[in-house]
């Protein structure tokens, strides 16, 4: 039995099923800080890991009636040809090796530092949207179709690179441009846009030799009660506790990887 493995996958997959936020954000470097996985390893692990964790979390909010379809098929026209792209540069300078581990965990710690930057900031930034303000049922009031495929361009990029920012930067992002959206349809949009994203990435890594199996099977084990649980209280768990501890963790791992 795997436990340390099963209970940071519940861990983790109860925080994406709440807030959207946190697989590759919290996942990543944990495998780096706590299970020693050189960085390549535990991008190419974790977005496997997503892939699958989060699916689940999107089933649930589909159930919920939380997911808005149209804003995932704007994220996705540019998230994966975004990660099509970062992959096939990935392939061609190679993802092994002490340089390709050191420029990894660079990225992923600026990354993390600005994910918790932008959480922090969150509700500042959607007060300063004049006229908007989120409620709960109100729908996307201007789809903001082009912004909203740029945004999955970097997303994707970045996600490929890194495993991070599907949820860590595009939840806030989402909240920026559709502010007048409920928070749990924000959330259940993000999952659902981060399977196929992460799935395509987590495929790639897999055939450039990144991915521990040993690692994702007890992984998910833990994260699929967790993210299931999470789902089911994510309109009933208060907003700033979660965005505050969330913010914290993410600064520090940032830091952490970042001094190593």
């Known amino acids: 039995m795997n436990v340390p493995e099963i209970l940071a996958g519940f861990v983790v997959g109860g925080i994406v099923g709440l807030t959207g936020v946190g697989g ?20 190419g692990t974790d977005l496997l890991f997503a892939a ?31 990660a099509a792209l970062a ?39 959607i007060k300063t949207i004049p006229g908007d303000h989120p409620s709960t049922d109100a729908p996307a ?18 996600v490929s690179v890194t495993s991070v920012g599907s949820g860590a930067l595009g939840t806030v992002a989402l909240m920026l441009l559709y502010p007048r959206m409920a928070t749990a349809r924000i959330v259940g949009s993000d999952l659902a846009h981060a399977v196929p994203l992460t799935l395509l990435a987590g495929i790639a890594h897999w055939a450039l030799g990144t991915v521990s199996f040993t690692l994702l099977l007890p992984l ?15 309109n009933r768990t208060p907003e700033p506790v979660l965005r505050i501890g969330l913010a914290t963790m993410l600064a520090a791992s940032g830091c952490f990887i970042l001094a190593a």
């Open 24 to 43: 590759g954000a919290l996942m990543t470097p944990l495998l780096i800080l706590l299970f020693g996985v050189h960085p390549s390893g535990a991008i």
């Open 52 to 82: 699958a964790t989060k699916s689940v979390g999107t089933a649930v909010h589909g159930l919920n009636h939380t997911v808005d379809w149209r804003i995932v098929l704007r994220l996705a026209s540019g998230s994966l040809p975004g």
């Open 87 to 125: 992959l096939a540069g990935l392939g061609y300078l190679g993802v092994h090796g002490a340089l390709a581990n050191h420029i990894s965990a660079l990225i992923l710690g600026v990354v993390l530092i600005l994910a918790a930057t932008a959480l922090l900031m969150r509700p500042w930034l």
């Open 141 to 158: 009031i201007i789809p903001r179709t082009g912004p909203t495929i740029v945004l999955g361009f970097v997303l994707g990029v970045l």
């Open 220 to 234: 998910l084990l833990g994260s699929i009660p967790g993210i299931i649980l999470g789902s089911l209280s994510s």
